[in-house]
């Protein structure tokens, strides 16, 4: 695998995309409406970067590298390695449970040694969100960037920390509070300003305080999608919900205003979840819209 497999400038902010996993397979059960008649119907434009012939989807666990201002900021931090992540819990297609990946060497070949991370952004505190937070180490989970700051929505955090939902206990307690004991977290809010070109963003529903991150710079515009939207076949559905969005109907109506509004403005969205390349922009078709993937330049 490519360290980093796109690359992309927004203004003079410089983006890459960087893999900690991928998979293709059935997606029922991520959204219930994926079923493989609904994703063949949608073929004409989801083929053949997005699903197969045979109606299988594309998902992608990947960070976003980020270059601005002169600092280094990785926007969510994928799965991690050796995290407890067994079935039921986490459906066994996906492959979480005490993976073993290469995400650091790579990291660090693609200009990003964990050494040099100035600041990583969360953008919701869910396990595949949060798991290169924190490295084994000795018996005990450590901080993986010893020198960033770690940014995390206060509200998502007090929500998460109160939960018994193994589901969501179990990443936070070895990805998420291990940083915060260190001292390590900046606490912010929804509509937070990074620096002078990113900003967060809310767009709950998933959860109810998740961010987008929003890179404008040069007149240049783009944006994360976070999980507001984990398919480009929500483009075209934007009424069918993950089965793990915390509010449904706000979910539903935070990705019809999304989805509307980047295809008004033209910005340049990062699909958190989507296969290669992962970016591209929203436009209309028929009664809804699709997603024109954006290659960067490599």
């Keep these: 695998m490519d360290d980093v497999t796109h690359r992309w400038d927004v203004g003079a902010v410089r983006v890459a995309r960087l893999v900690d996993h991928e998979v293709t397979l ?3 059960f991520l959204v219930p409406e ?4 609904n994703v063949i119907g949608e073929l004409e434009w989801l083929a053949p970067h997005f699903a197969t012939a045979d109606g299988r989807i594309g998902l992608s666990f990947h960070s976003m590298l980020v270059e601005s201002d002169g600092h280094k900021i990785v926007i969510d931090t994928c799965m991690g390695n050796l995290k407890p992540r067994p079935a039921p819990l986490w459906d066994a297609q996906l492959g979480w449970h005490l993976r073993r990946g290469d995400y650091l060497e ?15 952004v969360l953008t919701h505190l869910h396990g595949d969100h949060v798991g290169w937070n924190t490295m084994l180490e000795g018996g005990r989970w450590v901080p993986t960037f010893p020198n960033a700051r770690y940014l995390i929505v206060r509200e998502e955090w007090e929500y998460w920390s109160r939960s018994d939902d193994p589901h969501f206990r179990i990443p ?10 260190a001292g390590m977290v900046e606490w912010v809010d929804t509509r937070h300003r990074i620096d002078a070109n990113l900003r ?3 767009t709950p529903g998933h959860t109810h305080a998740h961010v987008s991150v929003v890179i404008e710079s040069g007149g240049a515009r783009a944006i994360t999608s976070g999980d507001l939207i984990h398919h480009p076949l929500q483009c075209a559905h ?4 993950c089965r793990f969005d915390l509010d449904p109907a706000l979910a539903r109506a935070t ?7 980047c295809a ?8 958190t979840h989507f296969p290669a390349p992962s970016a591209g922009r929203i436009v209309a078709h028929r009664d809804a819209f699709r997603f024109i993937p954006d290659f960067g330049l490599s």
């Design 26 to 28: 059935f997606g029922g």
């Design 34 to 37: 994926f079923t493989p008649a």
């Design 106 to 120: 790579r990291l660090a070949r693609a200009g990003f040694a964990r050494e040099t991370v100035d600041l990583v």
């Design 172 to 181: 936070l307690e070895d990805s998420v509070r291990p940083v915060v004991e």
């Design 200 to 202: 967060l963003e809310p």
């Design 238 to 241: 934007p009424e069918w919900n």
């Design 255 to 261: 990705r019809f205003d999304f989805i509307r509004r």
């Design 264 to 271: 008004e403005d033209r910005a340049l969205v990062f699909g």
